[in-house]
């Protein structure tokens, strides 16, 4: 889908961004298909610089955190608590499409910064809010993290082993989901505007996006009084009870292999499996002639079978590490297998070196090129814009306030020395 | 009456499972048309996974589907019968937007890829998701949510050190995926709208995934650290986890984010005198100590329920939730107050409760849902006679001729 020289699927809508933590991802794609997105950081830095850092530097200007989700933006620092910060803060939005934030619910309000303030200032203006609950509501003053927002959502208790806690995902989801969605209710907002000249408030909760990974969980409770309890990664049948393994140890880290039977494709699959292992002689007898079609049934089934299938292939998944196991069981012989894979397995990752996947951005600053994650779709007539790097603290002072705003050098002087800017 | 962000718009869904049909979503529930093209031979996987209503499974009673599906239209079409494409190409010329989430090559074969389509409706927005994206060596890897979710690494950062990884239950990635291609759709729209071109949008969805895991996989290129899992640790705060409740099986979560609250959550929990104690006042010495710390916490969380212990934190400013169990969900009074669940009648499984797909509400075109997921081919006469304007007569011929089916094909399997 190479399309050099091509449009971008947004014109440079100007999108002014104050959100912090995982929430920054929403303004990041929409600088990638073409908005132009300014992120507002309070001076000295946004606390989203935070780490990993590059060559574990621990310099907020080498956040990867921060390069990653903030890459493409434009970059300016200013004091919206100051009232001559919010002054200029307004020029801005006089100017602007839509604004992004994810401050706790008032908070703007409280500055005269809210979205009746704002709708004086540009009627047609799109204020987006991402917070933990909401705008308004008995949970909306609640003090959240990422974490504690991700167990309102019942995800989480899904997730772990049986018999400790539930576990998160270790590098935190839910404010990243509040920033993806606070993208897409952006871009309908704008879709509105452009078809109605009216603009809104979108008001985002990050428990609701919590809730969207729940599969069939929160169903099995409303419909069948089923509580779902956490597995460490096997299958569970609810109508037996039967847990089937499906995660096995190998050589360098551990597989998953959809051992099952009863239908297609899992049928085939698991065949594939056993004669593999027949190949390698490593397969008992009573494994080789097991019907998976009718022995290694879901709804008949009982737990022996399942220990027993899961330890035999276990011994044969320790002689192989997870490329062999991948390449020559998934790819060649087509068992429903996937890798374990840990940063390292996807940084050398053949599929994604074969479409091109990671982008590299020389760093003037830095010795070597730096690579990133490609583009998050391919777009054949729109692809997404090649990468910018993200802005150092107050790069685009100059560019916007003086060259853009035509704010004098003299004022510029000014507001620099009332840490305004 | 409320005004829809999406009235007009119209999208002729191939896709199935989760992806495909949770990125819709976000168009019907703000007032676009969304007509699902099924098949009676080769079920959606969704209409065979549990839970079904009444404990009868059959094709129209799982609510796993149905919670991916409201706000929808369906039609049964065999796309193998010559007659079928016929259809399929109807529906193609009245959408706005195809979407397709088969393996790569699978539309093509049907005739009815991308760049087929193209030559007769160039203004098209055409999505195709598959798990690796077409081209290169993996791209015919066999696609279940379950192996994305371990591709992309999320797997071997979940769970505890000393024991086997602990995968995000089900189809995580699909989440993720459906979000950024929601997005995609939109702003190709807007390209549309200025320029009249449509264009063909091809998801990987490792690719798109790795963008909810890029600063660790950022730490190994530039650092050479390979991200673990730390059970609900966290390097920027402590005491950072889930805590043991009084009653079985109950837990709440707290994240102690900065000093200030540190010093509330030792009064709150009546230690006082902890805040200042040289082994944990500072975060330095709270991360070196912190199997000390956890078990102070869960000594304190261990006599109270997991409602009472969040009460105690919430009030004195603590970032905590009870780690929520699908039955609190239901009674969870801030999503009442954003009407979260919204019961709906289904023409066979009954009242159901219906979730939205967006997460947040417009304050001018909010979400709606106002209509239950759809038996397959519920919509068959709807589609084909109001929507694309054939005759009864027509309709008639096509069941007749088996390119519209309106039975199932051998006996119901439920597939978990």
Known sequence: MDNPGAETALPPYRILDLTEGGCILGGRLLADLGADVITIEPPGGSPSRTGPYYKDSDDPEKSLFWWAYSANKRGITLDIEQPEGRELFKDMVRQADAVLESFGPGFLDGLELGYGDLCRINPDIILTSITPFGQNGPKADYQASDLTVWASGAYLYACGNPDRAPTWIGFPQAGLFGGAEGAIGTMMAIWHRNNTGQGQHVDISMQESALSPNLNVLQMWDVSGVEFHRLGGALFVPSTGVRQPIYFECRDGYVMILVQGGAEPFVSSSAGLVKWMQEEDMSPDWLSGLDWELDYNATTMGQPIADSVGEAVERFTLTKTKGELYEEGAIKRRILIAPVSNTRDISQNLQLESRNYWEKLEHADLDEPVLYCGPFIRMSETPLISLKRAPRIGEHNDEIYRDELGISGKKLGSLKEKGII | ?416
């Open chain 2, 1 to 416: 009456m409320s005004v829809k962000a999406f009235e007009d718009l119209k999208v002729a869904e191939f896709a199935w499972v989760i992806v495909g049909p949770s990125t819709s979503r976000y168009l019907a529930e703000h007032g676009a048309t969304v007509v699902r093209i099924e098949s009676f031979k080769r079920l959606d996987t969704l209409r065979r996974t549990s839970p079904f209503a009444d404990n009868k499974p059959t094709v129209d009673s799982s609510m796993a589907y149905g919670r991916h599906n409201p706000n929808k239209y369906s039609v049964s079409i065999d796309l193998q019968h010559p007659n079928g494409k016929k259809l399929a190409w109807e529906l193609i010329r009245w959408a706005d937007i195809v979407t397709e989430s088969f393996s790569p090559g699978t539309m093509e074969k049907l005739g009815l890829g991308y760049e087929e389509v193209k030559k007769v409706r160039p203004d098209i927005i055409y999505l195709s998701s598959s798990m690796q994206g077409r081209g290169g060596p993996h791209s015919g890897y066999a696609g279940f949510g379950m192996n994305a979710v371990n591709l992309c690494g999320f797997t071997e950062v979940s769970g505890w050190p000393d024991k086997r990884p602990a995968a995000p239950h089900g189809a995580y990635t699909d989440y993720i995926n459906a979000r950024f291609n929601a997005l995609a759709l939109i702003a190709a729209l807007d390209h549309r709208s200025r320029t009249g071109k449509g264009q063909w949008i091809e998801q990987s969805q490792f690719e798109t995934s790795l963008h909810f895991f890029a600063p660790p996989i950022m730490d190994y290129q530039n650092n050479g650290r390979i991200m673990k899992r730390d059970g609900n640790r966290y390097a920027e705060a402590a005491p950072h986890g889930v805590f043991p409740c009084r009653g079985n099986d109950n837990w709440i979560a707290i994240a102690v984010m900065n000093e200030k609250q540190w010093l509330n959550f030792c009064r709150a929990i009546g230690q006082p005198h902890m805040a200042a104690q040289k082994e944990y006042a500072t975060l330095p010495q709270r991360k070196k100590n912190e199997d000390e710390l956890e078990k102070l916490v869960a000594d304190w969380t261990g006599n109270l329920t997991p409602e009472e212990a969040e009460a105690i934190l919430q009030q004195v400013g603590v970032p905590s939730h009870i780690v929520a169990r699908p039955k609190d969900v239901y009674e969870d009074i801030q999503l009442k107050e954003r009407n979260y669940f919204v019961p709906l009648d289904h023409p066979v499984m009954g009242k159901q409760s219906y979730e939205p797909q967006s997460s947040f509400i417009m304050s001018k075109t909010p979400r709606q849902i106002k209509k239950p997921s759809p038996c397959l081919g519920e919509h068959n006469e709807f589609v084909f006679k109001n929507l694309l304007g054939m005759t009864d007569e027509e309709i008639a011929g096509h069941i007749e001729d088996g390119s519209i089916p309106t039975e199932p094909t051998g006996q119901f399997k439920v597939s978990m």
